[in-house]
């Protein structure tokens, strides 16, 4: 198999691969409405609000299974997770008025951004706040 796959032109490939793509899609689609015909259907259904009944559904599920996807794997790495958000943080606020005051720039030009932060920057409460926010309610 792997030899007449290696001899054959690329349009052929393609023309191969086409039939399977058109083939796969074909066997969704069947299923898809297999499952929308044995499915209870109410009273006030048309056919057009079925199927798009059940297209938004599926799309949902599809939609839910990338962000479960995404959300073990950020679990997973969630150092480096944590790390870009702190460093991309640190970025964005640079240059406001705290980040100045706090020397955001000179932590981002530090080898382990992490520890430089944990280092320079104090644990805060509300009244290390109060002052700056007095200033923008003015």
Known sequence: MRQMWRKMSYA?????IGGFVTAVGTAIVSHQ?????????????TSSSLVTQQLLFQ????????????HDR???NF???QRE???RRLKENCETAYGRDYGFSALLA??????AFRASQPIT???HYQARQMRLDC
């Open 33 to 45: 409405s297999c499952k929308i015909l044995m499915s209870d259907q109410s009273e006030t259904h």
């Open 110 to 115: 530090q080898e382990d951004v992490v520890e």
């Open 125 to 127: 409460t509300h009244p």
């Open 85 to 87: 958000l702190l460093t």
């Open 74 to 76: 950020d679990c997973n």
């Open 79 to 81: 150092e480096a997770v």
């Open 59 to 70: 799309s949902m599920k599809f939609a839910g299974a990338l962000a479960a996807k995404r």
């Open 12 to 16: 052929e490939k393609d023309y191969v």
